[in-house]
């Protein structure tokens, strides 16, 4: 091995791109796959974003010219069938699928998986947002689920240290891509629960394509955040990405950075807070001494006023004067009632008289009615009445036959008699 046999970097990138440009199967191409990391460049209009299936991944380019002639405006998870070519971009010698044409076919394998588990996990009630429980305004302690190495964390503590340096951070280290990451991140939340005297936590991790965050989508990642005994945070990736975790936490944030401007009071906030609590406490504290004052000059004028002695003698001319006017009152009522009492006594008895000589006027004619009505009056005159046995009275003749037995009645005394039979 020479020197001057041995090639550059880029000569051998050239040499890769020939290759791949001379074999005419990478000029035209149709790939099926998932679209994931999509990015949208606003400056230039291209689309970058990667085709992926379940054991493979490519990065893809679409280029401004070629997404203004495409009516599909794709998102991360759709299944897409992508036409293009195979290039290498020298500069960094990675190849790439430049994709000219794009038409929809169908959802992702993946995405589709996570759908149903989402819409699973939410019939539960992991996401229900009347579960969601409120922040503390200032925590005592914060734990931190992430990466020891990654940029969250640095975040994080950067953004701690600017708004509330004295609260005190515990890193609970877990992976937060690849295989079994999921787990270790549930593992990782149970831990800040159970070894942590924190009142708050945050899953966190900043950001990356769409499979770098697909362990935040474990099921068991949710049911974790969901089942804390202490609040949740959740700063995943960027904005754009919403993951289970994001959904099931208390508080979702866009970044790491976001969590902790979430979850860290700003002290110049909270300073300024305590300095107009304080004020407003002077000022009601002022007006209440001022009003407490102003009462107490008033019962003392009052007090004043009503000095026992004072009191006693007012209530004792009052009361003298009081007797006088009783005694007045009373003296003139009884001579009215006198008065009055002699005048109704001479009425009663001229009224009663009156109603005497009325009386046995009455009585007298009465009786002289009686006398001129009574039945037995003519019996003196030589008449008499004539009585069944039972005492009946019989008026009339053919009665009389029908008896046997009879009583005659006469002024002086009653006769019995028997009806003679007719011959």
């Avoid at 929809?104 to 009347?130: V, W």
């Avoid at 009071?265 to 009003?291: C, F, Q």
């Avoid at 009783?326 to 009055?340: C, D, F, T």
């Amino acid at each position: 091995m020479t020197n001057e046999t041995a090639i550059s970097v880029s000569e051998l990138n050239l040499m890769v791109a020939e290759a791949i440009r001379r074999d005419p199967r990478t000029r035209s191409v149709i790939v099926r796959g998932e679209i994931s990391g999509f990015k949208h460049h606003i400056a230039t209009g291209h689309w970058y974003f990667s085709l992926k299936d379940s054991e493979a991944a490519v990065s893809c380019v679409m280029f401004r010219t070629s997404t203004l002639k495409t009516a599909l405006r794709p998102k991360d998870g759709d299944l897409v069938l992508a036409e293009g070519y195979i290039d290498v971009y020298a500069p960094q010698g990675k190849y790439q699928l430049y994709v000219t044409g794009m038409r929809p076919a169908g959802l992702g394998e993946e995405y589709i998986r996570l759908e149903a588990l989402k819409r699973r996990l939410a019939a539960e009630g992991l996401f229900d947002p009347g579960k969601k429980r409120p922040l503390p305004l200032v925590p005592r302690k914060v734990a931190v689920v992430t990466s020891h190495s990654g940029a969250a964390m640095h975040d994080i503590l950067n953004v701690s240290a600017m708004r509330c340096p004295s609260v005190p951070i515990v890193l609970v280290p877990v992976p937060v891509q690849g295989s079994g990451a999921g787990k270790k991140i549930a593992e990782g939340i149970r831990r800040a629960n159970e070894e942590t005297d924190a009142d708050v936590i945050i899953v966190a991790r900043g950001g990356g394509a769409a499979e770098d965050l697909w362990c935040f989508n474990d099921e068991e990642v949710a049911r974790a955040v969901a089942g804390s005994r202490k609040p949740v945070v959740s700063g995943v990736g960027h904005e754009i990405d919403t993951t289970l975790c994001d959904l099931a936490a208390d508080a979702r944030a866009s970044t790491p950075s976001n969590a902790a401007e979430i979850v860290f009071p700003d002290r110049k906030e909270l300073t300024g807070r305590v300095s107009l609590l304080r004020s407003g406490l002077v000022r009601a504290w002022t007006g209440e001494y001022r009003k407490a004052e102003l009462r107490l000059t008033e019962m003392t004028r009052r007090f004043s006023a009503l000095s026992p002695d004072k009191r006693i003698s007012f209530l004792m001319s009052q009361a003298s004067l009081s007797r006088t006017r009783l005694n007045g009152g009373i003296q003139r009522i009884l001579e009215n009632h006198y008065v009055k009492i002699q005048t109704a006594r001479t009425s009663l008895i001229r009224a009663a008289a009156d109603c005497v000589r009325e009386a046995e006027h009455k009585a007298a004619k009465l009786q002289e009615r009686l006398t001129a009505v009574n039945p037995t009056a003519v019996l003196n005159r030589g008449y008499a009445m004539v009585y069944e046995p039972e005492g009946r009275l019989i008026t009339r003749a053919e009665e009389a036959r029908q008896k046997k037995q009879m009583t005659l009645r006469f002024a002086d005394g009653r006769v019995d008699v028997t009806r003679k039979e007719e011959q």
